[in-house]
């Protein structure tokens, strides 16, 4: 059964203290992408990768990094640097190489920091 | 990068026929249009895509005129299920790198009553 899955749903952190999201897809997309979406709000890019060891930054890269060492796999650290990190994130994949193109979207991850 | 304009939110009664205009006034020639359902706490889903005049599949219809200067996400017959937020996106994600389109807006709120 393909698709794409975040853990954990929910996620507590201290202020301070980096935490890493994971995000897993079997659907063989060489593309993914990690959102932030705080309430009431749209989906914004934080990073995406169209190939394994190269990613590039959205437009709310700040405080956090990424890698990509993985085809299947595209984890994203949110670091102390980020001064809101409390949101929730949305992980997805797509193919690359058409112009076309439909993004899958994991289940999301909702982190707090107290 | 072509920005996107849509209703905040919308009302509509079971079984009627809703329709969601998106203005795109300076979307590219390469720029395809696609549309994202998404209920709460849940990763987006994909509706439909388009790039001119009409498209049609199971569950929706998408208008495109032919400046493609706005599009409409037509909903047939909806029921309270489809109450969710409905995205619009303009853009394209190149296979050599860069990406265009990968902004959702804050969307409409569909509203359905019984």
């Known amino acids: 059964d393909g698709g794409i899955t975040q853990s954990p749903k929910y996620l507590f952190r201290k202020e301070g203290q980096n935490v890493t999201l994971s995000c897993e897809q079997n659907?063989?997309?060489?593309?993914m992408y990690w959102y932030r979406q705080d309430p009431g709000q749209g989906l914004r890019l934080i990073y995406y990768s169209q190939i394994v060891n190269d990613f590039q930054k959205g437009d709310i890269a700040e405080g956090y990094s990424v890698s990509r060492e993985k085809k299947e796999s595209f984890p994203l650290t949110v670091t102390s640097a980020q001064k809101n990190p409390t949101a929730f994130y949305l992980c997805?994949?797509?193919?690359?190489?058409?112009?076309?193109?439909?993004?899958?979207f994991g289940p999301g991850t909702r982190l707090t920091v107290l | 990068l072509a920005k996107t304009t849509q209703p905040i939110s919308m009302d509509s009664y079971e079984g009627q026929e809703v329709n969601i205009t998106c203005s795109h006034n300076n979307i590219a020639t390469n720029d395809y249009i696609t549309w994202y359902q998404q209920f709460p706490s849940q990763g987006p889903r994909f509706i439909i895509q388009g790039y001119k005049t009409k498209v049609t599949n199971e569950v929706a219809s998408l208008f495109i005129p032919a400046d493609r200067k706005s599009s409409t996400l037509s909903l047939p017959r909806v029921s309270l299920s489809d109450t969710a937020v409905y995205y619009c996106l303009v853009g394209v994600v190149y296979s050599g790198g860069g990406a265009d389109g990968l902004t959702f807006g804050k969307g409409t709120h569909l509203i359905i009553q019984p």
């Open positions: 659907l063989n997309h060489d593309a």
């Open positions: 997805a994949s797509s193919i690359v190489g058409i112009l076309d193109n439909e993004q899958f």
